[in-house]
């Protein structure tokens, strides 16, 4: 099949970035990553503790740099950011040409403060300042969860100049709270003289729907919620991009902060392996997705029609739930509660893992 004939070039071409979910020093090193963007049109990279935690378990690429860091007396947390930032950088050189391309639109990496600051926002703020000082490139974003108390740093970031990927969103209500706390940073930027020109994404995640309902619906709803939330959080997107408040933005010299479709690979073993990806192609947005995605994609990917901007039948389907006795608006708040939680777990994992592989490598 030729370059041109594939589906993630039809997917980009209609104007959707694909971002890659996964980051290994391996695939830097064998050259996955590469093909990734220069056969399956990959622009974006996005990481976060569990893939980091797999990478470092699965073999001794990291050896030489756990065994400097404790040689050099750093903490867990501290080797793991030098771990992280060694791979990032790397992954943000392989996408320089493309965010050169774009004016810094696309080509970007994201590397997640500490889920143990979560409860503190100016902790927060002064980490996400840090990380994307010590990265030295322009092309990575340091994700901060949209939760109540990570929308104020999420804010005084923006108003820092610090590119931000909002992660943890699981509703238009989050998303929109996202995207007030981007446009008051960015407000906050204009009236201050500064530029406000700050990139953003903000990630919704959308197969954990389907998972928290499987058991709980008709077979008819099965595996359509998350889309119908995506749907939903695509027309909020829309709608807000053409709002008054945006606009005056614009004109000013501000961007938008670009709908990310996060937690697209399918989970139910029946459905679709490429359900998601397919259901949610929207230009002017971005759709990260695992490898095993991303592969199945390029093989036997189809590209529909885009997204109606007004959401299409996300209503509907999102009526039938609640007619089905699903409360979306509490689900949002459990998953993301959820997610919050198995972000804390699984970086006292990643840490709890680089100590013992410390222990390892300095025997």
């Avoid at 104007?15 to 979910?21: A, E, R």
């Avoid at 020093?25 to 996005?46: K, N």
């Avoid at 614009?250 to 996060?262: D, E, K, M, T, Y």
Wanted: aromatic share 6%.
């Amino acid at each position: 099949m030729s370059a041109a004939a594939l589906p993630t070039r039809a997917l980009h071409d209609l104007g959707q970035s694909l971002w890659l979910d996964n980051i290994t020093r391996a695939m830097l090193r064998d050259g996955t990553l590469q093909s990734h963007i220069d056969e399956r049109d990959v622009t974006g990279l996005t990481s976060n503790p569990t893939i980091f935690d797999k990478a470092i378990r699965a073999g001794g690429d990291y050896d030489e740099s756990i065994r400097a860091a404790v040689a050099t007396g750093l903490s867990h947390e501290q080797t793991f950011f030098e771990l992280a930032l060694e791979d990032l950088r790397d992954a943000a050189d392989l996408f320089a040409p493309v965010h050169h391309f774009t004016d810094g639109v696309d080509g970007w990496v994201s590397l997640e403060v500490s889920p143990l600051l979560a409860h503190d926002t100016d902790a927060t703020v002064r980490q996400a300042a840090d990380l994307h000082a010590r990265a030295e490139r322009a092309n990575l974003f340091v994700k901060i969860p949209g939760t109540s108390e990570g929308l104020p740093a999420i804010e005084q970031s923006i108003f820092a100049g610090v590119p931000i990927n909002v992660t943890l969103l699981f509703s238009r209500e989050q998303y929109l709270a996202a995207a007030d706390a981007y446009l008051h940073g960015v407000q906050r930027r204009i009236d201050a003289g500064l530029d406000p020109n700050v990139a953003s994404v903000a990630s919704v995640f959308l197969s954990r729907w389907d998972v928290a309902v499987a058991d709980r619906v008709p077979a008819q709803l099965r595996n359509r919620l998350g889309i119908a939330i995506g749907k939903q959080s695509y027309a909020a997107y829309r709608e807000l991009l053409d709002s008054e408040r945006f606009q005056r933005l614009q004109n000013a010299g501000a961007r938008p902060q670009r709908l990310l479709f996060a937690s697209t690979g399918t989970k139910d073993p029946d459905a679709s392996d490429v359900l998601y990806v397919e259901a949610l192609a929207a230009p002017n947005t971005i759709d990260t997705m695992p490898e095993p995605t991303l592969l199945a994609f390029a093989d036997h990917g189809r590209v529909g029609e885009p997204l109606p901007r007004d959401g299409g039948d996300a209503r509907d389907v999102l009526a039938a739930f609640e007619d089905a006795g699903i409360d979306t608006a509490a689900l949002a708040e459990q998953l993301q509660r959820e997610g919050a939680e198995a972000f804390d777990a699984s970086w006292r994992d990643l840490l709890d893992c680089i100590a013992k592989r410390g222990v390892e490598v300095a025997s």
